[in-house]
């Protein structure tokens, strides 16, 4: 439960109180100027420290924590692609400091020739390791100023110089995170928190280390510090900041590697029940049952995390890939679900494929040809194939190197992380909509080629009318058909058979043009509703599963809308079958479940079987939103009464009514299941 003191502050930061000190906007012409006149390199810490300069110190009474946004806006741009869905070596921050940093930098700088780009990126990392120690010292003295002296003390200590208890291992996390966002990094994660953070929980100068309680309403202020701002972070919608965390699962060496931060993390969620940070927990056969019935109280609090990732689906994939095993231990998510390892420079989300167009496509081709059920299924890799990229098109991206000293080996290297001074560069590629095309397959088949109550004229009549006339045809293919989620045989083999493609086709390109490959994955993010709506020549429309033009596709890996499967074991046997070593990126089934699922007294050990069986089933990821469509409904009418109202998006959780309309009808279209 959190103290009065930290209610208030949940107050004032869902009130919008701090917004008042974002007193500040730096005109983008002056950082357009920067990149015009300056190396990328200079440009980068020009910007930023034109950034740090005009923020203003915000010393508050009764902060333990300190930064405060009085910059308003995003950094522009700039000339390229920046750092996003990644995660700085936090270990790094804590163990040196920026101190730390600037010695390997400053060693560096002394043998580089005039003129060399080896020399402005040491430079430019210099200057912004500077300019980030000169704002803490500016913190330190408004705190003097303001009587606190020991806040004064903490910002003169972290994140110069190393931390070496957890107030001072949280503030450096919060200070550098923030001045990364400065920098213009976007979608920022702080990966496995519960085991860098766990030595300075348990070396706590305090007697006998600093107390459980002590420890709890620290992280409760830490996370309440990360919703302050947290609206300048967003990117499709507010709430997709992502501020992801990963607890839980194995070491390097394969150990568990749950610990007593595992928990308190878990319980600082649920007092603090705000969005941010997103908690991910690792899991495996091992996992403690305790730590399962923990995470299932946050699903019941509406909270849409923990989201689950199990470590037995996880790391076989990585490893498949080509990452070395103690790096795939030691995986996080991006953004939303994407995995990923520290000291890499990999794209989790650069492109997306429409699987159900690619089918429709392929539908549509064999029923004007004639052609047999075969000949359809070989058409579908040529039409995925159609819908990537030209990856022989360079990419620019934009350097970082306040992000690249925290990052592996680049400053060793003297490499900025966005010109090869990390030790992975593959891309990631979501495929969009899979339910929806594996039942448009399976319903084509029984409907056409088996039981020929359907003539091909028919039905590519009926898709072009938007089944307008056609409603015999839509009922049989809509309602009378296998549907993925059931754990059917017909719509489980399609379901593995687009994906199959899928990977096949990816699997093909041998460079992402970065010297990296392709990881395909199970995702939609925003696209079940994009796909669909957008006003572009690929558009989807009609499919052969009985959708309407403009309807919602299958979102990651649920059930298409309207679908109502056999029950939740169904769902996740359905979606165990599938190849995760193929599959590597990520991507979550995702379930619903009633509030009423949570009135027994025994519903949070149902919930932690529930993901007992995720487990057992060989499934990937799993998230599990807590759904009243009745009372969205009517938070759409009264937003006011229900501005606290947290609903799972995609990959994130937001609060309801800060969603577009798009986004909301296509959550209260959901199926909840309420056991």
């Known amino acids: 439960m959190l103290s009065k003191r930290l209610c208030e502050m949940r107050r004032k930061t869902r009130c919008g109180e701090y917004r008042p000190f974002r007193i500040h906007h730096l005109p983008p012409e002056l950082v357009e100027e920067d990149y015009r006149n300056l190396s990328p390199y200079r440009a980068c810490a020009r910007s930023f420290r034109r950034y740090a ?122 200070f550098f995170f923030s001045m990364l966002h400065l920098t213009g990094v976007t979608l920022l994660g702080f990966g496995r928190l519960d085991q860098y953070l766990a030595p300075y929980f348990r070396n706590d100068p305090e007697a006998d280390g600093i107390s459980r309680n002590e420890a709890l309403e620290l992280l409760s202020e830490f996370f309440l510090m990360l919703n302050r701002d947290s609206d300048l972070y967003g990117m499709v919608q507010l709430g997709d900041d992502g501020e992801s965390v990963m607890l839980g699962g194995c070491g390097r060496s394969g150990e568990n590697a749950c610990n007593e931060l595992t928990k308190l993390v878990l319980e600082a969620a649920f007092d603090v029940s705000m969005i941010n940070p997103k908690i991910n927990l690792r899991v495996d056969s091992r996992t403690p049952g305790e730590l399962l019935v923990a995470g299932a109280g946050l699903t019941g609090r509406g909270l849409g995390f923990p989201q689950y990732c199990n470590d037995e689906a996880v790391i076989p994939g990585l490893c498949e890939f080509g990452y070395p095993v103690e790096d795939a231990r030691d995986y996080t998510v991006a953004a939303c679900w994407e995995f990923v390892v520290k000291n890499g420079r990999d794209i989790p989300n650069r492109m997306s494929v429409n699987l159900p167009l690619a089918v429709d496509c392929a539908i549509r081709s064999a029923l004007e040809k004639g052609e047999s059920f075969e000949e359809l299924l070989e058409q579908i890799a040529p039409e995925i194939r159609k819908r990537l990229p030209d990856f022989s098109r360079p990419e620019t991206f934009f350097p970082n190197p306040l992000f690249s000293a925290f990052s592996g080996q680049c400053l060793e290297r003297g490499k900025d992380l966005n010109a090869g001074g990390g030790d992975h560069y593959h891309c990631g590629c979501h495929g969009c909509g899979s339910s929806t095309a594996a039942d448009s397959l399976a319903a084509v088949r029984k409907w056409v080629y088996d039981e020929k109550k359907i003539a091909p004229a028919a039905l590519l009549d009926a898709l072009e009318r938007n089944y307008e006339g056609y409603d015999d045809i839509r009922d049989l293919l809509k309602n009378h058909s296998p549907k993925t989620g059931n754990n059917d045989s017909e719509s489980n083999r399609y ?181």
């Open 495 to 675: 379901l593995q058979f687009v994906f199959n493609a899928f990977a096949g086709v990816l699997g093909e390109i041998r460079d992402c043009g970065r010297g990296g490959r392709i990881r395909p994955g199970t995702g939609s993010a925003q696209n079940y509703a994009l796909m669909t709506q957008m006003s572009r020549p690929d558009r989807l429309r009609a499919t052969a599963d009985g959708r309407r033009d403009g309807e919602y596709i299958s979102s990651s890996l649920s059930p298409a809308p309207g679908v109502r499967a056999r029950g939740i074991l169904s769902i996740l046997r359905t979606y165990g079958r599938l190849d995760y070593r193929k599959l590597c990126n990520g991507g979550p089934i995702t379930l619903e479940l009633s509030p009423s699922y949570f009135h027994s007294e025994d519903a949070l050990l149902k919930t932690a079987q529930i993901i007992r069986a995720f487990v057992e089933a060989g499934c990937q990821q799993l998230q599990i939103n807590t759904l009243d469509p009745e009372l969205l409904r009517e938070a759409q009418k009264h937003p006011e009464n229900h501005r606290d109202r947290i609903v799972r998006v995609w990959g994130w959780s937001g609060y309801f009514v800060e969603l577009d309309k798009m986004y909301q009808d296509q959550i209260i279209g959901r199926q909840a299941y309420a056991g």
């Open 53 to 174: 300069e005009l923020e203003t110190p915000v010393i508050l009474p009764g902060d333990r924590f300190f930064f405060t946004r009085t910059v308003d806006g995003k950094v522009p741009p700039g000339p390229g692609k920046r750092i996003e869905n990644l995660s700085p070596d936090w270990e790094i921050l804590l163990r040196e400091g920026l101190s730390g940093r600037l010695r390997t930098a400053r060693a560096k700088l002394s043998g580089c020739r005039k003129g060399s780009t080896e020399r402005d990126y040491f430079e430019s990392t210099v200057e912004m390791l500077e300019t980030a120690a000169v704002l803490s010292g500016r913190y330190a003295e408004a705190a003097e100023k303001a009587g606190d002296s020991e806040g004064a003390r903490l910002l003169r200590k972290v994140p110069f110089y190393p931390a070496e208890n957890l107030r001072e291992a949280l503030q450096s996390v919060f």
